[in-house]
Nanobody
Framework: HVQLVESGGGSVQPGGSLRLSCTAS???????????YGWYRQGPGAECELVSI???????????GDSVKGRFTISKDNANAKNTLYLQMNSLKPEDTAMYYC?????????????????????WGQGTQVTVS
């Protein structure tokens, strides 16, 4: 039974930074069931959108949403059984305000940017709120 638990959200002023964390149990980031793993967000009245995703242990591909490129960085830590995914967010803007979700899925051989459709991700956390104002 896979569980993803996010933490690290909060309120921050524009230009500030936050680091989100997502801890997994029941599977391993980069393992067979969670070969693709990353972050999505949903702002008020908006669609769920990709923030960042990676398949670093497989194809090596990492992708970012256009609005966060150069400001956000995805990483993971599997050392000492931490099994934790991070999202470092710098130069935050009010438009970054959203609920941020950790998500993961197996590698089913899909090509292109299939992950832009968030509904194709299998495992989800409960979300952590980020407010920039």
């Amino acid at each position: 039974h896979v569980q993803l638990v996010e933490s690290g959200g909060g309120s921050v002023q524009p230009g500030g930074s936050l680091r989100l964390s997502c801890t997994a149990s029941g599977s391993t980031f980069g393992g067979r069931d969670m070969a693709w793993y990353g972050w999505y967000r949903q702002g008020p009245g908006a669609e769920c959108e990709l923030v960042s995703i990676t398949n670093s242990d497989g194809t090596g591909k990492t992708d970012y949403g256009d609005s966060v490129k150069g400001r956000f960085t995805i990483s993971k830590d599997n050392a000492n059984a931490k099994n934790t995914l991070y999202l470092q967010m710098n130069s935050l803007k009010p438009e970054d305000t959203a609920m941020y979700y950790c998500a993961a899925a197996a590698d089913l051989g899909r090509g292109g940017s299939w992950y832009l459709n968030h509904q194709r991700m299998k495992y989800w956390g409960q979300g952590t709120q980020v407010t920039v104002s």
